[in-house]
């Protein structure tokens, strides 16, 4: 198909070749908790009309762990994690069965793709997803897209979808990303109380200023919308637009319509990884840097190197990603470190020059590379 238009506004997604739709387990499940058939099928119908049309869709989806409540005979979500994960084995092929049912009605094929949050930071992992994403989209099949919860853990997992879905646009180059929830649009305070005033736009960050969100998930999911409004600024920063809305209103916001909640882009693309080190990592230690270093690295042209360095905090290995502070314990940045915890100590404050001629080669070498760090916005977390 012919290259579209760049999507600057919402009647430009009707246009859009590539988008990443995200839904949540809210609004695939029924009051029991159980994954419902019917509204399953609703959005695949949605969904794949707009393959006939000539788009592309990757569709990040919630639901293998409520999929698996009933055939496990469980009341609820797992609180703990062998549980959650055992569910998760369970229910993943019961929702994956559900969708090349649904979309097999309309002549297309599925295929599954589980990611975890090492796919994305790893060279050679988020190659291969890209290229793999890639040409299914090239055969005509849509990629329905899960977190790996069977396997991830604590430390390596992404939370929730709506994370993975910012993530994933940016893997596949999307033209825009839409997320599908249990509430119709963003709202300045709790779309149950009275007076609450849905927001039709958002233009950038300033324009959330003084709306009231939650962290709060659905009994079935796990994210709020402070999840959601964490994913929107991953993937407006990188230069993707969002629409956010409801599953009902799925059609409706994929041709442009005047539903939901708009996002603008608000930044250019940039390395997944270090979206991912922004947005999505958990650090294992800290850096603690003078005051030259911090300015070096908030200048965004230097590496970390040992002799800024005053103090290392916490335990981790080369290639993990650690907090960079300043002297009063803000977070300047965050990178991927090129040493394990228990050598930084013997090279802290010390120049290259300096540590290649006692140690040698390789021990003159970066302890975070400027292509592996990035600046982290003091008001963020």
Do not use: C
């Amino acid at each position: 198909m012919s290259a579209a238009p760049h999507v600057t506004d919402r009647p430009g997604l009707a246009a859009a070749r590539r988008v990443v739709v995200k839904v949540g387990s809210s609004s695939l499940t029924g009051a029991d908790g159980r994954l419902d058939p019917a509204a399953l099928g609703s959005l695949v119908d949605v969904l794949a009309a707009r393959v006939a049309d000539g788009g592309q869709v990757v569709l990040v989806s919630s639901g293998a762990i409520a999929a698996a409540l009933g055939p496990l005979g469980l009341s609820a979500r797992p609180r703990d994690l062998a549980t959650a994960q055992a569910a998760a084995s369970v229910g993943q092929g019961l929702l994956v069965a559900r969708y090349t049912e649904a979309f097999g009605a309309h002549g297309l094929r599925v295929g599954q793709v589980l990611l975890t949050a090492e796919d994305t930071i790893r060279r050679g992992h988020y190659r291969n997803a890209q290229r793999a994403l890639t040409r299914l989209l090239s055969l005509g099949v849509v990629p329905v897209i899960n977190e790996n919860d069977t396997v991830a853990t604590d430390e390596i997992r992404f939370g929730d979808n709506d994370r993975l879905a910012a993530l994933v646009a940016h893997l596949v180059h999307a033209d825009a990303m839409v997320l599908l929830t249990d509430v119709d649009a963003l709202y300045d305070g709790p779309p149950s109380r009275p007076g609450a005033r849905r927001i039709s736009v958002v233009d950038g960050p300033a324009d959330l200023a003084g709306i009231e969100v939650t962290s709060r998930g659905s009994a079935v999911g796990t994210g709020g919308m402070v999840t959601k409004l964490d994913s929107v600024a991953i993937a407006t920063a990188s230069g993707i637009p969002v629409v956010l809305t409801s599953a009902a209103q799925a059609a409706a916001a994929l041709a442009g319509e005047e539903v939901g909640t708009w996002f603008s882009a608000t930044g250019r693309r940039r390395s997944t990884r270090l979206l991912w080190l922004a947005y999505a990592a958990r650090t294992h230690g800290r850096l603690v840097l003078d005051d030259g270093a911090v300015r070096a690295v908030r200048g965004g042209l230097a590496s970390l190197l040992p002799a800024g360095v005053v103090r290392v905090e916490g335990e981790f290995e080369a290639g993990d990603p650690v907090d960079l502070v300043g002297l009063d314990g803000r977070t300047v940045a965050r990178g991927l470190v090129q040493y394990a915890s228990g050598e930084l100590p013997a090279l802290l404050g010390r120049s290259t020059s300096a540590l290649r001629a006692e140690l040698g080669p390789g021990y003159d070498r970066e302890i975070v590379h400027r292509d592996d760090l990035v600046l982290v916005r003091l008001a963020r977390r």
